[in-house]
């Protein structure tokens, strides 16, 4: 899912997801209770409040509309150690009031939490999240699922447990939708993802044929989470996901890729993009994801500075994403 509006004082700050995104945190045991923390707002405050609580919480939320109301919640499920009833309330207050400064008033802004039996937590998250095809050759679905793929599609199993990276998130799914695109007529591509969160992207380049797959992320936990899904997948192998922090790569690199999938905050996209282009092959592309549409300009500006144009792009909710390639001389 995509970065956050709020500036980089955030305690994720460098997927950020400092590379702030995708944070995810180990697995509370089957048996213990949770806590399930809410924020409601009107339906186009959805993105913005997922981006708070996995900024704060490094989990991917989910979301309930009431029909009745049109009121949407958006929740998180922790363990109760991670999430004392009054400071997780102040901790959100702030980040509301951080978000009303920057013209993002989320009403009613009302904040819940609870604590819940861990099956109703299970419950919850087979209720957000269905089976998402992306495109003709790839289908992501939770374990639970029995949905079949269709002749030809490559199957991703990733359950949502408490990791970032579903491919429900308008981000996640455009780069997924890139890295189907772009293994289409290329014969043994090469992969990079930068911030890899539950590891989805990487592991569905392996699915689909990649023929070299590499995935960072600076989260430990995000690290073990990638390992655990791709063995899950069946792609250990191909998915080997590194320890490492985007802010801290050589400018220079020996290593080249045919895609590279950036899913980062603007403000990371900007500042590193010398050391996100330098592992790009020469006729190769970079996804870029997890900016605010206020913010692509911004990006796509400094971007161009280095040689590279906007070759797509796509605009969901407060989101653009774009693929880009270096522009020929």
Known sequence: MARSPLNSKSKTQPKAKTEAKSKAKAKAPAEAPLRQVTVTGWPEHEDVLSVILEREFAQQPGVYTDVATGLSSVSVFLPLADADKAPTRARLRAALREL??????????????????????????????????????????????????????????????????????ATTHFCLTQVAALRSGVEAPTLMDMGTGSGILAIAAAKLGYARVEAFDFDPDCVRITAENAALNGVSDAVKPALADVTKL???????????????????LIAHRQRILARVRPGGSVV????LATQFKDVAT????????????????EWRSAMLRRESN
């Open 100 to 169: 009303a400064a920057a013209g993002h008033v989320v009403e009613p802004g009302t904040i819940t939490v609870r604590t819940v039996p861990p099956q109703d937590w299970s419950e919850s998250w087979k209720r957000h999240f269905k089976p998402l095809e992306i495109g003709p050759s790839l289908l992501v679905k939770p374990t639970w699922s029995r949905r079949a793929p269709k002749r030809g599609q490559q199957v991703v199993l990733l359950d949502p447990g408490l990791s970032f990276g579903t491919g429900q998130h």
């Open 250 to 268: 050589p400018l220079r690199s020996r290593e080249h890729y045919d895609v590279v999938c950036a899913n980062l905050i603007s403000d990371l």
């Open 288 to 291: 870029l994801a997890g900016i």
């Open 302 to 317: 400094a971007y161009a500075g280095e040689g590279w144009k906007v070759i797509k792009a796509k605009t969901e909710r």
